[in-house]
């Protein structure tokens, strides 16, 4: 499709297993963006990769998170030892350039840790 | 440290009317402000988007109005339409910084017929 891709849509995990959230951006976007909504929160900042730079890893909220990237194309996420506080919907969104402007989000990972 | 705020978690708006949905921040460097709309179990997406050298952009029914010095921003919807029940988060960033985007807590618009 056109539109940015994740998977899995829902991720459902006990406590201290790893998973893996995958993001495919637009073809083309050069900016990818890891966000986390909890419930009845708002978009929490986790991550941003452009090109080839060193990814922006300010919102990491602990060594359990990291993601990668391979050059302009798809992203995963990956948490460690999950803990029930990481359930969340994790939003991925791409644009087109460094400047921040319209993202594209996708329709996000629901991940749930029993 | 919460940058940019959305007091008001829930608005309700008769149909036809105009809904108004504010926006705070506290960081003055923000130079580039954004409205996406988000609609359950769906991604957010843009909205309107608005320059720190300007204090109005209007795309159809949407206006958005930026006060740089109450460093305050707010999006109007006239007239207010049932598919414009959704969660309305407002976005801020630095252009020639760090780019991420830095978003609200969002506000909860219902319009009612």
């Known amino acids: 499709g056109a539109g940015v891709s994740q998977s899995p849509s829902n991720k459902v995990t006990e406590k201290g297993k790893d998973v893996e959230l995958r993001c495919d951006p637009i073809?083309?976007?050069?900016?990818l963006y890891w966000y986390r909504q909890r419930l009845g929160q708002g978009l929490e900042f986790l991550i941003y990769?452009?090109?080839?730079?060193?990814?922006?890893k300010s919102g990491l909220p602990s060594d359990r998170f990291s993601a990668e990237r391979t050059g302009e194309s798809v992203s995963t996420l990956t948490i460690q030892r999950t803990q029930q506080e990481d359930s969340a919907v994790y939003l991925c969104?791409?644009?087109?350039?460094?400047?921040?402007?319209?993202?594209?989000f996708g329709e996000g990972s629901r991940l749930t840790v029993l | 440290d919460q940058q940019v705020k959305q007091n008001s978690p829930s608005l309700s708006v008769q149909e036809g009317r105009i809904s108004i949905l504010n926006c705070d921040y506290t960081?003055?460097?923000?130079?580039?402000f954004l409205w996406y709309k988000k609609y359950p179990a769906e991604g957010p997406t843009f909205l309107i988007s608005?320059?720190?050298?300007?204090d109005k952009n209007e795309d159809g029914r949407f206006t958005v109005f930026l006060n740089k010095s109450a460093k305050h921003l707010s999006l109007h919807i006239v007239p207010s339409q049932p598919g414009d029940s959704a969660v309305y988060f407002c976005a801020a960033s630095l252009r020639g910084g760090a780019q991420k985007l830095v978003f609200g807590q969002g506000t909860r618009l219902t319009i009612n017929p």
């Open positions: 960081n003055s460097m923000f130079d580039y």
């Open positions: 990769f452009q090109g080839n730079s060193a990814p922006d």
């Open positions: 608005i320059s720190s050298i300007k």
């Open positions: 073809s083309g976007h050069t900016a």
């Open positions: 969104a791409s644009s087109l350039g460094p400047v921040a402007g319209e993202l594209f």
